[in-house]
């Protein structure tokens, strides 16, 4: 098995993998901390379906499909694992559907794993109209404002369909800013849920709980202690990002991480601003998802070493340079500068498609000299040369899910 963040034919064998300490593995899943640096971790998550090199990040693929990327391509650039949204393929083209064909991996020819969002964040963050009970959300799709109703045993059941090797906890998201009173009520529901999705866990199929309790760390803390008696695969942390000042956010990030079984896969929910993800990794998160490399390369904003650029900007108009030249992705290798912009300008399908497959493949390199960094010991390091070619980013954009 190597390191570097390449899935090579061993990663396909995972089915039959052998655990040196502990003999055959136990599925659904195994999580091994391979090195550690200050918290930082990095280590193996493996699955039925494949190895995850850890810290990870997963490529979104609401639409069981990550946009403008064909599965192939995804494996090229090295993604190991995506996510799926059980809120949006129940809607369209329904959950039943894609079990008669086989399931999410059949569906989209995706054999890697596979991780579904249970749905609470999109009932929180798309829904014209939402109606909470204790027993689930009553909520108006936003495709074509139908009433439709999710609650634990929907989202195990929706999740059980689309046979994803991680399925999540369905939960309610607090919205920021939230009274004490309101948070903890929340927080109730979502404990509450936690416990029946734990009681419908399929065979098979690992199960991560969320963490919530909105800014408040008694909150944050109650809901670390309580999961943990339930006991899960995984843990993950959501309700971040959602209008709470930076410091904040990053404040919670680091006062939750710890909370955590530390035995465990740690996974913050739709974060991926990459100065997020460093202070998360530094708080010993392993997981990742955002919108963020996706969204704004479709936008023209594409990430490089030497910082973000907007490729719409005339000084690029008969630039023949590659749009990183430290890059190794396809397009960094075979297209210049000015045939992306002028892609970019005309709305060509292709454009989409070249910046897609380098903002996925810069990502996928980043969070591999990261791991690399945990493992030689010099994460800090990387973190501080980091955030110094972050903050040359001339570009910035709102992000959301
Ligand atoms: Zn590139």
């Known amino acids: ?99 008669s064909v086989g399931g999410l991996h059949r569906f989209m020819n995706w054999e890697r794993p596979i991780l579904t969002d249970s749905g609470g964040f999109q009932v929180y963050s798309l829904s014209a109209l939402r109606e909470i009970e204790e027993t689930g959300v009553h909520f108006k799709s936003h495709v074509d404002g139908s009433m439709h109703f999710i609650g634990p045993a929907e989202a195990m059941a929706i999740q059980a369909a689309l046979d ?59 809901s670390a202690e309580r999961l943990r008696e339930i006991g899960f695969d995984g843990y993950a942390v959501g309700g971040l990002s959602v209008g709470e000042p930076k410091e904040l956010m990053h404040e919670m990030i680091r006062f939750t991480g710890p909370l955590l079984p530390a035995d465990r896969p740690r996974y913050l929910m739709g974060i991926g601003d990459l100065r997020d993800v460093l202070v998360a990794t530094e708080a010993g998160f392993d997981m990742f998802d955002c919108v963020m490399p996706t969204r704004n390369a479709r936008n023209g904003t594409l990430f490089t070493n030497a910082g973000r650029i907007s490729i719409k900007r005339t000084e690029f108009k008969a630039d023949e340079g590659p749009l990183d030249p430290r890059c190794g992705c396809d397009t960094c290798r075979n297209y210049p500068r000015a045939y992306l912009r002028h892609l970019f300008l005309t709305r060509e399908i292709l454009g989409m498609r070249l910046n897609t497959i380098h903002n996925l493949y810069f990502y996928m390199d980043f969070f591999r000299k990261m791991r690399d960094a945990v493992n030689s010991g010099t994460f800090s390091e990387f973190r501080r040369n980091w955030e110094g070619v972050i903050e040359r980013e001339p570009v910035t954009e709102e992000e959301g899910t």
């Open 1 to 99: 098995m190597d390191f570097d963040g390449k899935m090579g034919p061993e990663g396909h064998a995972a089915r039959v993998a052998v655990r040196p300490r502990y003999g055959i593995m136990v599925f659904p899943m195994d999580f091994e901390i391979l090195r550690e640096d200050g918290s930082a971790r990095m280590g193996l998550l493996r699955l039925a379906r494949g190895v995850i090199h850890t810290p990870a990040f997963m490529p979104v693929g609401t639409n069981a499909t990550v946009k403008a990327m064909s599965p192939g391509e995804l494996k090229e650039i090295g993604a190991e694992i995506i996510l799926g949204n059980t809120y949006h393929l129940s809607l369209r083209p329904g959950h039943e559907i894609i079990r």
């Open 164 to 222: 994803s090797d991680i399925a999540m906890v369905f939960d309610d998201c607090t919205p920021y800013p939230a009274t004490h009173e309101y948070a903890f009520d929340s927080l109730r529901r979502t404990l509450s849920w936690a416990r029946s999705c734990r009681e419908l866990q399929r065979e098979g199929q690992a199960l991560f709980a969320i963490v919530q309790g909105s800014t408040y760390k008694d909150l944050r803390m109650m």
